[in-house]
């Protein structure tokens, strides 16, 4: 498995990481996942407090358990969830973020995290706020790194500018292209690296993911996505693999350090594995798929 490295850091992910969200609350099952993709060369693991109310962390600390030192470990904060109320309420403070650090290692069963991401922000955030508490962390030894998992170009901006992200969490695949007007070129400009998440489009872009269509997606509609779907086959390369073509295209572009597809079985992850083996798209490749595709914007997201 390639390894690329993160922004300007010293972390050196796999290219083809693992989203942990989708990893299910059978603990059992779960760790077994995470040790077949870590013997599979997958060295990169992405988890957040929120996923199963802090139950991911500890499924994912339980399986590195051992074996931390193989492992670049990644998780999220931002999203305060409180007993006995419903829902969650996004805090971005110094004060719950230097709190909530400490939730997170316990439940992950380590003295200290990778790389600490925001896990979301707007522009009315107490944006020095939040940057201070990260780079406290950083000189207390807790964080390694910090980054922010957003798709909001102007927080985005704010942060690349501001304070010293390693990297940037977004969603990118050839069925939603937004990154690539705004957020890439900025990132590349700031040797920021993107770690793109969705990269299959909720499993749309994969040999299986004709069902998942029916709702459409994005501003694609499902008549337009049933099109697009058999011209990729056509236009993908040698392996004729959708889901290969689509890990291959987030990862063309140079600021994308790793895809985090998701996987709730042995065969998904090993499946996202095997990505890894794909020959990379030539040019005219990206050019005809790029062609079929739409170029589209953030509208919403500001």
């Given at each position: 498995?390639?390894?690329?490295?993160?922004?300007?850091?010293?972390?050196?992910?796999?290219?083809?990481?693992?989203?942990?969200?989708?990893?299910?609350?059978?603990?059992?099952?779960?760790?077994?996942?995470?040790?077949?993709?870590?013997?599979?060369?997958?060295?990169?693991?992405?988890?957040?407090?929120?996923?199963?109310?802090?139950?991911n962390?500890?499924?994912?600390?339980?399986?590195?358990?051992?074996?931390?030192?193989?492992?670049?470990?990644?998780?999220?904060?931002g999203?305060?969830?409180?007993?006995?109320?419903?829902?969650?309420?996004?805090?971005?403070?110094?004060?719950?973020?230097?709190?909530?650090v400490?939730?997170?290692?316990?439940?992950?069963?380590?003295?200290?995290?990778?790389?600490?991401?925001?896990?979301?922000?707007?522009?009315?955030?107490?944006?020095?706020?939040?940057?201070?508490?990260?780079?406290?962390?950083?000189?207390?030894?807790?964080?390694?790194?910090?980054?922010?998992?957003?798709?909001?170009?102007?927080?985005?901006?704010?942060?690349?500018?501001r304070?010293?992200?390693?990297?940037?969490?977004?969603?990118?695949?050839?069925?939603?292209?937004?990154?690539?007007?705004?957020?890439?070129?900025?990132?590349?400009?700031?040797?920021?690296?993107?770690?793109?998440?969705?990269?299959?489009?909720?499993?749309?872009?994969?040999?299986?993911?004709?069902?998942?269509a029916?709702?459409?997606?994005?501003?694609?509609?499902?008549?337009?996505?049933?099109?697009?779907?058999?011209?990729?086959?056509?236009?993908?390369?040698?392996?004729?693999?959708?889901?290969?073509?689509?890990?291959r295209?987030?990862?063309?572009?140079?600021?994308?350090?790793?895809?985090?597809?998701?996987?709730?079985?042995?065969?998904?992850?090993?499946?996202?594995?095997?990505?890894?083996?794909?020959?990379?798209?030539?040019?005219?490749?990206?050019?005809?798929?790029?062609?079929?595709?739409?170029?589209?914007?953030?509208e919403?997201?500001?």
């Amino acid at each position: 498995m390639k390894h690329n490295r993160l922004g300007n850091s010293e972390l050196y992910v796999s290219e083809i990481g693992l989203g942990c969200m989708s990893l299910g609350t059978d603990k059992e099952k779960a760790v077994a996942l995470v040790h077949q993709a870590i013997d599979g060369g997958i060295n990169f693991l992405d988890t957040a407090d929120l996923y199963d109310e802090g139950l991911n962390e500890e499924i994912v600390g339980e399986a590195i358990r051992g074996r931390r030192s193989d492992i670049i470990l990644a998780t999220k904060v931002g999203n305060r969830w409180e007993p006995g109320k419903e829902g969650w309420t996004w805090d971005p403070s110094k004060a719950y973020i230097k709190s909530a650090v400490k939730d997170s290692l316990r439940r992950l069963q380590t003295d200290y995290i990778d790389l600490y991401q925001l896990h979301g922000g707007t522009l009315n955030d107490p944006v020095s706020e939040t940057i201070e508490a990260f780079e406290e962390l950083k000189q207390e030894g807790l964080i390694r790194y910090y980054g922010v998992s957003s798709i909001r170009p102007n927080v985005i901006r704010e942060y690349a500018e501001r304070s010293n992200i390693v990297s940037v969490m977004s969603q990118y695949s050839i069925l939603d292209r937004r990154p690539e007007e705004e957020i890439l070129p900025l990132l590349a400009e700031k040797g920021i690296s993107l770690i793109a998440r969705g990269p299959v489009a909720k499993g749309i872009l994969t040999g299986n993911g004709a069902a998942k269509a029916e709702k459409g997606y994005l501003d694609y509609s499902k008549e337009e996505l049933s099109a697009l779907r058999a011209a990729l086959l056509r236009a993908g390369g040698g392996s004729n693999d959708m889901a290969h073509t689509a890990i291959r295209y987030a990862l063309a572009n140079p600021a994308v350090a790793a895809v985090i597809p998701g996987a709730s079985s042995a065969a998904q992850l090993l499946h996202n594995i095997d990505a890894g083996r794909a020959q990379a798209l030539t040019s005219k490749e990206l050019e005809a798929i790029r062609s079929l595709s739409r170029s589209n914007r953030y509208e919403q997201h500001r």
